[in-house]
């Protein structure tokens, strides 16, 4: 796995490497919105340019404190052997929603909201064009990449109307970071790094968090199955970065063979 030159926080160079990732492979890049000054971009392959249900959407950054997960991201796209099946199956990817909290090391955006807790909140105009853009869209995976400051490992989210491919999907990952061994986190019960909800997703949101976090309304709204993968963000970077490559790549393998 290649080391990491510069600042895990440079949005710069992470803006002009997708661009010309995008420009090889033809997908559309747009402005989604700006976020303390710097452009928040979505990218579409053509599939999702025309917006035909099924493929994949993936989102990285939300929280500019968890750096890892953009640039795993960007590491998977770069060298990533299912090009093929993205040319006709749609791929929308968000390579970092926060662009001002990449920059800052933070966890909030420019007006010190978490975004993570909002999605249902089109008072944030981020937010708002973010539904706009996907109104009318259907996925059959979401994933969403983040890091934990209080974790010992890898852990997964998982929402799924689907058989559970949780435990695969870590299984891609843990030779690179352990799976998280506690059996509890944030309260939540665990079994060797996995938490798998079919039901009862509203209720965790009225009663355990403080707002929607983009996989619940996404799951709720857009997506067949949907995913947050979680490392230990204490832990070297590189292995951060190439655990998320590496759930994304199990994870698109997934959706090409069983979708």
């Not at 990491?4 to 803006?15: E, Q, R, V």
């Not at 999702?48 to 989102?59: F, I, R, W």
């Not at 009225?206 to 832990?235: K, N, R, V």
């Amino acid at each position: 796995m290649p080391a990491l030159t510069h600042s895990g926080h440079d949005y710069k160079i992470l803006k002009s490497r997708w661009e010309a990732l995008s420009e090889r492979n033809g997908w559309k890049v747009t402005e989604l919105s700006k976020e303390g000054g710097h452009p928040v971009l979505v990218i579409e392959n053509a599939a999702a340019s025309e917006k035909q249900p099924g493929g994949l959407y993936v989102s990285a950054g939300v929280h500019g404190d968890e750096c890892a997960p953009v640039w795993g991201l960007l590491q998977w796209a770069e060298e990533s052997g299912n090009a093929e099946y993205f040319a006709d199956h749609p791929l929308v990817i968000l390579p970092c929603l926060n662009p001002y909290g990449l920059v800052e090391n933070t966890r909030l955006d420019s007006c010190g909201i978490d975004l993570n807790r909002n999605f249902q909140n089109t008072d944030v105009p981020l937010i708002k064009a973010w539904q706009q853009y996907l109104d009318g869209r259907s996925f059959c995976t979401a994933l969403n990449l983040h890091e934990d400051f209080d974790a010992g490992g890898i852990y997964l989210y998982e929402l799924t109307r689907s058989e559970s491919v949780g435990d695969t999907l870590l299984a891609a990952c843990e030779e690179v970071i352990p799976r998280e061994s506690a059996d509890s986190v944030d309260g939540s019960e665990f079994v060797n790094g996995l938490l798998s909800r079919t039901e009862g997703i509203e209720k965790v949101v009225e009663e355990d968090l403080d707002g929607w976090p983009e996989t619940i309304w996404f799951y709720l709204h857009q997506a067949t199955d949907s995913f947050t993968f979680e490392t230990p963000s204490e832990m070297d970077l590189d292995r951060r970065i190439e655990a998320h490559h590496r759930f994304v790549e199990s994870a698109c393998l997934n959706c090409r063979r069983d979708r």
